[in-house]
């Protein structure tokens, strides 16, 4: 079920400028911190975090066959 919230909560952290407070409240959440520290538990980021790492590009660095 947390995993589910947090999908909910991840979500709408994307997609809108809904206030942690609110989204914490809509996903069953009585306590901002309570579902901060879930929200970081389920995704190993902070609420506040989150939809500035969605945004940002891939940190991956592409392998070039031509390096040794």
Do not use: C
Not at 32 to 56: I, M, N, Q, Y
């Amino acid at each position: 079920v947390t995993g589910w919230r947090m999908q909910i909560a991840a979500d709408r952290l994307r997609s809108s400028d809904t206030s942690l407070a609110s989204i914490a409240a809509d996903v069953g959440y009585e306590s901002e911190a309570a579902f901060s520290r879930a929200f970081k538990r389920v995704t190993g980021t902070t609420p506040a975090s989150f939809p500035a790492l969605r945004r940002a590009p891939p940190m991956i660095k592409e392998e070039n066959p031509h390096e040794p």
